[in-house]
Structure formats: C-alpha cells, structure tokens
C-alpha cells in the first residue's frame, strides 16, 4: 500500500463515508493495486480508524464492482478485465456520442465559452504530466457536455458510468505515450460542437473512446 493513503476529514460526512471515499479514490487512480489484499487491520491502523469502518467501505466497495472477495482469502482489489473494461466501454461509447450530438443542439454561449476554457485547462493539465490534475481535467471537459444536454437522466446515466469509467480513464492517461492524442481527441471534440457539426462531434466522441479500448487492451494485454 503506498504510504501517502490517508484519510481526509470532512466535517458534513460520517467517518464511513469519509473511509468509503479514501480507499475508493485510492482503487480509481491505482494507489490501491488490482489483486492488492485489503486486510481489515492494516487498513484500520494505515487510516488510524476502527476496523468496522473499514468493513462498511469494502462491503460498499465489493457492490460497485472494485473489489472481489476471494474464498480463505478475503478482500483483494478487483483486476482490471478485458470483459469489464469493454462491457463499460461499450455503454460509454454510445453514450459518449448522444451526448455530443444533443450538446451540438442545446449548448449555449456561456457553456460553449466554458468548454472552450476546459479544453484549454486539460492541455495545461497534460503540459504538468500531473496525472490526477489530468483525470480531473478530463472529467471536467466531459461534464460541461454531458450538462449542456439538458437532460437529467442522461446526467444520471453518465454520473453511473462515470464511476467505472474513472479507473479505465485513469489507465489510459498513465501512459504518456497518449497524451499528443488526448489533446488532438479534445480539441475534435469542441470544434464538431462549436461548429454545431453532429456527425464530427459523434465521431470524435466515439474515436476518443475507441483509442482508450485499444491502448487498455495492450496494457492488459503485454
């Protein structure tokens, strides 16, 4: 485990949920390893909490999906598969594509103006080879699109998704190599959406998603 896992107080979030939310981060942007153990007493003194916590937040964390309970073995972090990876991928791409096409419709001046100010924020975020900065930038860049849509279930929908997403995003800004092409991917994305372009901006959407699948694969892959 590294060492720089730690928990963040949040005075409006029981201690649970504040655990929860750490060792949650922690498998997203793999601090936390896949098939790394999580023995309930090491955890419980790493974060200086009891251990039911603890057991609430993997109890939680098992439901999402991002850990597996093995027999005689307990907890471990769930591995990152070619099946879940595309069962994923496969929903968001789809997605992905509504969402720009509706954002080309429905966008105003003001959310254009922000999108805009987000693709450049990313490409600062990429200069910085900071990756968390860059998965945060990422997701900001997705989010003024998905609101721009207008519609709530399709919020909700992606807000689901996004979860999983997350850590797949996260394995494909890990390698440097892609970021020249994330930039490029972004940079589509906002001009079929400036240009109010439907089929540019579904197909950069869908490109983005496509190059993600195919970088992933090779990681799982070799």
């Known amino acids: 485990m590294q060492d720089n896992l730690q928990v963040k107080m949040d005075a409006f979030l029981p201690l649970r949920d504040v655990v929860f939310n750490t060792l ?15 023995m309930e007493i090491h955890l419980a003194n790493r974060l200086g909490v009891s251990r ?41 791409r789809a ?30 975020a990429v200069r910085s080879k900071d990756l968390k900065k860059i998965a945060q930038a990422d997701v900001a860049f997705h989010d003024i699109i998905v609101e721009a849509t207008g519609n709530k279930r399709l919020v909700q ?4 998704l996004s979860e999983q997403m997350y850590r797949y995003r996260f394995e494909y800004i890990k390698d440097s190599s892609q970021h020249g092409r994330l930039v490029e991917e972004h940079r589509s994305i906002y ?32």
């Open 24 to 38: 949650r981060q922690a498998i997203l942007t793999g601090e936390l390893k896949p098939g790394e153990r999580l």
């Open 52 to 92: 039911t916590p603890i057991r609430e937040a993997i109890r939680k964390l098992e439901l999402e999906g991002l850990v597996t309970m093995i027999p005689r073995r307990g907890a471990e972090v769930a591995q990152i598969t070619e099946k879940s990876m595309l069962d994923v991928l496969e929903v968001r």
């Open 95 to 124: 997605v992905d594509a509504l969402c720009v096409e509706l954002a080309c419709e429905r966008i105003d001046e003001e959310a254009l103006e922000a999108l805009l100010m987000a693709r450049d924020e990313f490409e600062r």
């Open 157 to 160: 929908l992606v807000n689901t």
């Open 191 to 222: 001009e079929g959406i400036r240009k109010r372009d439907k089929e540019a901006a579904s197909r950069a959407a869908k490109l983005h998603i496509d190059n993600q699948q195919n970088a992933i694969l090779n990681q799982i892959r070799n």
